[in-house]
């Protein structure tokens, strides 16, 4: 999508940037100094990204751009311009959720639920990787999402119970 | 945090642009170090250059003396994962593998990791002990300069307000090259290192004897920091253990580790930390090296 | 791995492992945290805040006017625009004419934007004359010290009990049994040491936020994560004198706590703004800000000397607790929180201690999971086990010779009800296979095992009310105004009504966190939610079902005795007869719509408040009482650890943690509670303290302030917890409180495994690497 002709000058001002979220073409209009985090909150309402910490080091607002995982805080919204983006409002949904969701439940990996959406982001983007994600690549692959409240225990049963359930089945 | 956003669709547009606002402007890559820097201040660029989607600047391709060029853009994720960096070379990738965490390395870039001139960055002493050269782009064309010289202290490079970089040339290791970098934190890659120790080890393959060893240092200093004295003590002789723990200890003396008070790590932890580490670098890096040496 | 079967009497949901009734919700991230309803207010202002960056500083100059003329900046505020009451809960919302704390606030500005704000803010003109400040809390409650931190120490309302002589001592808990000088002369054995723990942090994901929205007519609305609404509407209401009818606070979903939100450090600046601009202002902290200027833990020294009996007995204890406030008392800190850690496990019964709360200029402390319990057990339990080394005694022996029983008298002069230590720790002991030796492997890894346990005071605070509104078809609302900072309260308050109603889960819904809809709370602290507002949603619900019986009594002709209510039906003797709703009278031109029938569209109104007796006032010289706290939660921790000889890592390879919480109602949240509180617990053993530079906190980041990744846990199957629980008579369905528990022996266990892997004792926290080596030079040499 992004022209390869060369860029007038804008100014300070406002840019349009078109990308693909959730498997839908939006079109936002705003500052380049704002983040893709800031403009998927509060431009596109999509706020399960989360804001903890605002410097790349809490994880808590994981998306996945291009089928890779970013933390959406590190980039400046004109970088994602014409790209694909999963957000964890795209993942899954009440009548039909993901097994990483289901396996969040039944596996009681979420208590405040701030750090969720991020971390299960990561984890489908490890998971889509690696499906035979062991205990070890789980801790050494998500630890860049922290978590304060479950002592990470019931997080790497449930990836480890979704791992399994997608294993057996057709991928989502 | 202001800025005008630029987004030149090639080398020479860029090096238009960056030639125009100097030190006004500042080369955005990937952005995890320099996003951040914005938006907290401490960077106050009115230009933002955006070379993220100018193709030839990414890619690793063989030069014609076998040695290798990187791209500036190459992610820390490809450079991890690239077979073509495996071998020899690998001490890059390893390098590459231990900075910050995965959704950090899936858009960060070398580049990037060298021109933010932080002395902690991981890719820098794996670079150095290869003997890379950045390639530099200028208004006068392009200039190399060699890894070693490339920082000049905490946040700044050689590179002039008109200039940014193009990539790395990597001198093909001679055979019998064994590398390891080892990044040392209480908590694991995703902070930076309190000491990070690159060794990489030659074997002559004749007598096997060390042929060549570079030693270089992460966070010990304002700038990586090569020990030329550990080196010394390793060429021409017979590696085993007793000489390669004195090297470890010669690095320790030669690093600079910052005698203030640190966020991470007192200095003279860290220099514990570089006789430890040095070691156990130089070990595996000897280890490997002997490896090819047999085959 | 919970022993689910062992707590089942005949329950329907009660002690199952229901799923959490709010996980959907925020794995499909739809759950709304406060930040995140910015979007539903046009016309939003921003704040920011200009910090002190001196430990103790006076503001010689503070002039604001290039930030008030910046366009699209709607206010600009200093200490003298704000109330000069303060409550201890709500630290002074901006400095005066003295910054007290490296990060205190000093003037705020609203803007239409986050970075307008932010630019409004370099405008502004500020100049300080840095004073000398204090940082230890031994050197500031000494008479005279170096600085005063807090010139208004003894006016506060609530006021501690401040002493003009030691003007940084902000209370002093004296408990005086028995005669220690005697007894020490007559042990055989007598070990004193000095223990200390670090300033560390929540750092709880979400930061501090806040929306305040002006009311015309003269009031406010605040949307914010902080704890207690009807207490922080009282707050509010009070300090800005406003009518208490229109204060309203409401709470959305609140992402983590550990005890950071039940101070007020964002709502009366965004109270003042949204009344100065009569709009709707939002504040929400930065990281950064939640370091300097958010709530930390306490750190505490200990000096304790112990004097033993040769077989092991205790006979007398001596304590001096050393209490760093940081540079406000927020109502934590007059020394009783502390010292009840040392009180409620063990015999003792000649026991000495002095407890002091002392202000430093440094970032304030308030409450913090496990409120000074876990500073204090990381003295007692290090201590003895180095008795029971000299004594060459088990420690594990040791403890039970000297643990309390149900019925004795704690040192307080209590009556224990409710103790399951002991079981505790013989199960962590059991499961870490703490007498056999570690079997080492070459390298410089060396591993050891060791064990700890401890227990934590309920606070007896307050009341709880909670009500039911029962609809004809049997579906059940549950209004309460107690927390969910993710602890699971919603939850377990579905599980009681469920339970109590007998109906399934999806019949109940929650209504929770609303001073205008649900009633009194004040708010979930000292684990007591499940307790507190548990029992009174229990009585809610008896209330709602006595209602419902004698409407149907009336109609059936039948004694309440033989009735019951059931899944929607009303039961006589055991059978079901009429639904419910046939209860319910609907309206028709020809029947009357007064009296006591039950009425179509009204649902039945149920009420219950409970609140634990009282406190009973002590002796301030003794410090002695029948009832200072109410129950007791317990823990016991074993873990197996291994220590790098060459850098001084310390890994932890094992873990077991027992809780005794009289009943878990969820037994997997209750498992969740435990290993998240390990896993914070392991932080503050090991990684987590406040690093200055000239007073001023440096490492104020998730990057650089090292809170435990997934890689300092251990692997899964090397973690287990178990429930070794003895019912509380008052709690709901036997439940006392979990979740502070975990925090209390982990840093002695650790240390106790230290010394047992590499023989190295060490006495002050965090035990960080370069701490470890170095005692391990030292013992070489």
Redesign the interface.
């Known amino acids: 999508m992004?022209a390869?002709?060369?860029?007038k000058?804008?100014?300070?001002m406002k840019?349009r940037i078109e990308f693909e979220v959730n498997g839908k073409t939006r079109e936002v209009l705003v500052?380049?100094?704002k983040?893709l985090l800031e403009v998927l909150?509060?431009e596109l309402?999509?706020?399960?990204?989360?804001?903890?910490?605002?410097?790349?080091?809490?994880?808590?607002c994981?998306v996945i751009v291009e089928g890779?995982?970013?933390?959406s805080?590190?980039?400046?919204a004109?970088?994602a311009r014409g790209k694909k983006i999963l957000?964890?409002?795209g993942l899954?949904?009440?009548e039909n959720?993901h097994p990483?969701?289901?396996a969040?439940?039944?596996h009681?990996a979420?208590?405040?639920?701030?750090?969720?959406?991020g971390m299960?982001l990561?984890a489908k983007?490890?998971l889509d990787e690696n499906p035979e994600a062991t205990?070890m690549d789980?801790?050494?692959?998500?630890?860049?999402?922290?978590?304060?409240?479950?002592?990470?225990?019931?997080?790497?049963?449930a990836i480890e119970a979704a791992r399994d359930v997608l294993a057996k089945g057709p991928k989502s | 945090m202001k800025f005008e956003y630029l987004e030149p669709a090639s080398v020479a547009e860029a090096a238009a642009m960056l030639g125009n606002y100097r030190h006004r402007a500042k080369i955005l890559a990937g952005g995890t170090d320099l996003v951040v820097q914005i938006r907290q201040g401490t960077l106050k660029p009115d230009f933002v250059i955006h070379i993220g989607r100018i193709e030839e600047l990414n890619g690793i391709t063989t030069d014609s003396d076998g040695g290798l060029f990187i791209g500036t853009l190459a992610t820390m994720r490809a450079i991890e994962r690239s077979e073509r960096l495996a071998g020899r070379w690998d001490i890059l990738r390893q390098g590459a593998a231990q900075v910050s965490c995965p959704q950090v390395r899936n858009v960060a870039t070398l580049g990037g990791n060298s021109c933010n001139g932080i002395p902690s960055a991981d890719t820098v002493p794996p670079l150095i002990a290869l003997g890379a050269e950045a390639v530099i782009v200028g208004p006068g064309g392009e200039r190399k300069v060699h890894m070693e010289a490339f920082h000049r202290g905490p946040g700044r490079t050689v590179l002039e307000a008109d200039e940014f970089m193009r990539g790395f040339k990597i001198p093909p290791p001679p055979p019998c090259t064994g590398g390891c970098y080892l990044k040392y934190t209480p908590r694991g890659t995703s902070e930076l290192a309190i000491v990070g120790v690159a060794a990489l080890v030659t074997l002559n393959p004749k007598d096997g004897t060390c042929q060549d060893a570079r030693i270089v240092l992460g966070a010990c200093g304002p700038t990586p920091l090569r020990t030329k004295k550990a080196e010394s003590l390793l060429r021409g002789n017979r590696l085993d253990a007793p000489l390669i723990e004195k090297a470890a200890h010669m690095a320790a003396e030669e690093s600079r580790p910052n005698p203030g008070i640190s966020v991470r790590a007192p200095a003279s932890y860290r220099r514990e930390m570089v006789r430890v580490w040095g070691r156990h670098a130089l070990k595996n890096a000897w280890m490997k090296a002997e490896a090819y040496h047999r085959s | 791995m919970s022993s689910e079967k062992a707590f089942s009497p005949p329950y329907s949901v009660i002690g199952k492992s229901i799923p959490r009734v709010d996980a959907l919700d925020k794995v499909l991230g739809r759950a709304q945290f406060t930040a995140d309803l910015q979007r539903n207010f046009p016309g939003l202002l921003h704040i920011k805040v200009l910090r002190s960056p001196h430990a103790h500083a006076r503001i010689i100059k503070l002039d604001v006017t290039k930030a008030e003329k910046y366009p699209r900046v709607r206010a600009v505020v200093t200490g003298k625009d704000c109330p000069d009451k303060i409550n201890t809960r709500a630290p002074r919302i901006l400095a005066l004419d003295e910054a007290i704390w490296g990060g205190e606030g000093v003037a705020a500005v609203a803007a239409e934007s986050p970075e307008i704000a932010e630019e409004a803010l370099r405008l502004i003109q500020v100049e300080y004359e840095k004073l000398p400040a204090v940082l230890d809390a031994e050197e500031a409650m000494q008479p005279n010290p170096p600085a005063v931190v807090d010139r208004q120490l003894g006016q506060y309302r609530g006021s501690p009990q401040f002493t003009p002589e030691a003007p940084n001592i902000s209370g002093h808990y004296k408990l005086r049994t028995g005669d220690v000088e005697k007894r020490f002369a007559e042990a055989d054995i007598i070990l004193e040491n000095r223990f200390s723990t670090s300033r560390v942090c929540h750092s709880q994901l979400e930061p501090a936020s806040c929306i305040a929205r002006f009311e015309p007519g003269g009031g406010v609305t605040l949307w914010t994560n902080g704890q207690g609404v009807h207490v922080i509407r009282g707050i509010i209401s009070d300090q800005f004198d406003l009518p208490a009818a229109k204060v309203r606070v409401i709470n959305p979903y609140q992402g983590g706590s550990f005890g950071s939100r039940l101070r007020h450090y964002v709502e009366p600046l965004a109270t003042l703004l949204a009344l100065k601009t009569r709009g709707t202002v939002e504040f929400t902290y930065t990281r950064e800000e939640m370091y300097l200027a958010g709530s930390t833990r306490l750190p505490v020294v200990t000096y304790i000397k112990t004097g033993a009996r040769k077989d092991g007995t205790i006979v007398a204890q001596q304590m001096k607790i050393i209490v760093d406030n940081g540079a406000f008392y927020a109502a934590v800190q007059d020394g009783r929180m502390a010292a009840s850690g040392a009180v409620c496990v063990y015999r003792i019964p000649n026991f000495f201690m002095d407890s002091y709360g002392v202000n430093t200029n440094t970032p304030w402390a308030g409450a913090y999971r496990g409120l000074g319990t876990p500073q204090v057990a990381w003295a007692v339990e290090c201590q003895l086990d180095m008795l029971a080394e000299k004594l060459g005694m088990d420690p594990v022996e040791l403890r039970r010779k000297n643990v309390l029983h149900k019925g004795e008298k704690n040192a307080y002069g209590e009556t224990i009800e409710s103790i399951g230590v002991m079981e505790c720790m013989e199960k962590v002991a059991e499961e870490i296979r703490l007498v056999e030796p570690c079997v080492q492997e070459p390298g410089p890894w060396k591993k050891g095992r060791g064990v700890a346990m401890g227990g934590k005071q309920n606070t007896p605070r307050g009341r709880s009310e909670a009500e039911t509104l029962v609809y004809e078809d049997g579906t059940v609302e549950v209004l309460y105004s107690a927390d969910e900072q993710g602890m699971g309260s919603e939850t377990i308050m579905v599980q009681i009504a469920a339970e109590e109603f007998k109906i399934s889960i999806s019949q109940v819904r929650v209504r929770r966190g609303d001073t205008a809809i649900t009633p009194y709370d004040t708010f979930s602290a000292s684990s007591f939610t499940t307790y507190n507002t548990g029992n009174a949603l229990r009585m809610a619900c008896r209330d709602a079902i006595g209602q419902v019986l004698e409407a149907a009594a009336r109609k059936l002709e039948a004694s309440v005795d033989d009735l019951a209510l059931a899944n929607g039906k009303i039961l006589v003797k055991g059978s079901p007869t009429m639904a419910l709703a046939d209860l319910f009278i609907p309206f028709s031109m020809f029947t009357p719509q007064g009296g006591p029938s039950l009425k179509k569209g009204t649902p039945v109104h149920g009420k219950g408040i409970f609140a634990p007796s009282p406190a009973i006032p002590w002796d301030p010289e003794i410090g002695q009482t029948p009832r200072m706290w109410n129950w007791y939660q317990y823990n016991a921790c074993g873990v197996e650890v291994a220590v790098n000889t060459e850098t001084g890592e310390v890994k932890i390879l094992k873990g077991v943690v027992a809780a005794d919480m009289g009943f878990p109602i969820n037994p997997k949240m209750c498992e969740g509670q435990i290993e998240g509180g390990f896993g914070m617990a392991v932080g503050a053993s090991l990684l987590e303290e406040y690093i200055y530079r000239d007073g001023l906190m440096i490492n104020s980041s998730y990057g650089n302030y090292r809170i435990p990744t997934f890689r300092e846990m251990p692997f899964r199957d090397r973690f287990k917890t178990f429930f070794a629980s003895d019912p509380l008579p008052d709690g709901p369905y036997g439940s006392k409180g979990v979740g502070e528990g975990t925090m209390i022996a982990v840093a002695p266990a650790i240390a106790n495994a230290i010394y047992n892997a590499v023989g190295i004792r060490l006495k002050d926290l965090p035990l960080s690497p370069e701490r470890v080596l170095q005692a391990l030079k030292e013992k070489r040499s």
């Open positions: 992004a390869r002709t060369a860029m000058r804008t100014g300070k840019q500052e380049p100094w983040t909150r509060e309402g999509l706020t399960g990204a989360k804001m903890g910490c605002d410097d790349g080091n809490c994880g808590a994981t890779q995982a970013i933390k805080c590190l980039m400046l004109p970088q957000t964890i409002e899954g949904s009440e959720p990483l969701q289901q969040f439940i039944d009681f979420v208590q405040c639920g701030f750090c969720t959406p299960i990561a983007a490890l205990e789980i801790r050494e692959n998500l630890h860049g999402n922290i978590c304060r409240c479950t002592g990470y225990v019931k997080i790497v049963e």
